[in-house]
């Protein structure tokens, strides 16, 4: 059984640029939240999507977008690219929006330059 | 506002017993996650605390208090592999169920 898979693993982008990351969710989960995680900080919500749709949105511009797909997969991606953005990207899977325990993935670390 | 707090840092001595502390402020409470996280990797879960009391599941448990907005995580007879980072996460309903972190702690586990 599979658990979450981001992909890539790594990635470096110059400013300005777009990037999409890529989520696969653990085996019967149908629900996946994003998160950012800067070096010595703790993950910071992004947004959440449950039958293809954003549910819940955190504190980040509209740069940030995503989608999810009918296999309950997911994608992030990020327009005009800032150095700030640089950061470990948190895919985690769980089963319905209930706040029920949620699975992570490796993470894409992505470097702006 | 939603807000978590917990030390930034701690260090013990394998074998020992250390207690990490978080509070949190949110409405909506739903539970409270812990999870660890070794550097680069990513975080796995630990325990969910719904109600009031203790959890516990083997070397460690995890305790609740809704009406002071804390918890503790419990981790007994430390290993050199305990060290890592431990994220106190809280999840909260806002027109649907979020779940936020906090900064984490950092254990340093020492001979």
């Known amino acids: 059984d599979a658990g979450v898979t981001q992909s890539p693993t790594h990635l470096i982008k110059t400013r300005g640029q777009q990037v999409t990351l890529r989520c696969s969710p653990k085996?019967?989960?149908?629900?996946v939240s994003w998160y950012q995680q800067a070096l010595g900080q703790g993950p910071q919500f992004i947004f959440q999507?449950?039958?293809?749709?954003?549910?819940q949105r955190g504190n980040f511009p509209d740069r940030f977008s995503g989608h999810q797909f009918p296999n309950y997969s997911s994608e992030l991606n990020v327009n005009a690219l800032l150095l700030g953005d640089s950061a470990l990207y948190l895919c985690?899977?769980?089963?319905?929006?209930?706040?029920?325990?949620?699975?992570f993935g490796q993470g894409t670390r992505l470097t702006v330059v | 506002g939603q807000n978590i707090d917990q030390p930034t840092e701690m260090t013990a001595t394998e074998g020992a017993i250390v207690q990490i502390n978080c509070t949190y402020q949110?409405?909506?409470?739903?539970?409270l996650f812990w999870y660890q996280q070794h550097a680069g990797e990513a975080p796995t879960f630990l325990s969910y605390?719904?109600?009031?009391g203790l959890e516990e599941k083997g070397r460690f448990s995890s305790f609740l208090s809704r009406s002071k907005g804390y918890s503790y995580l419990l981790l007994k007879e430390l290993q050199m592999k305990d060290s890592a980072s431990y994220l106190c996460?809280?999840?909260?309903?806002?027109?649907?169920?979020?779940?936020?972190f906090g900064a984490g702690t950092r254990l340093f586990v020492k001979a």
């Open positions: 985690a899977s769980s089963l319905g929006t209930g706040g029920t325990e949620a699975f």
């Open positions: 085996s019967g989960h149908d629900t």
């Open positions: 949110t409405s909506g409470f739903n539970g």
């Open positions: 996460a809280v999840s909260f309903q806002a027109g649907g169920f979020k779940t936020i």
């Open positions: 605390n719904v109600l009031d």
């Open positions: 999507y449950y039958e293809e749709e954003e549910r």
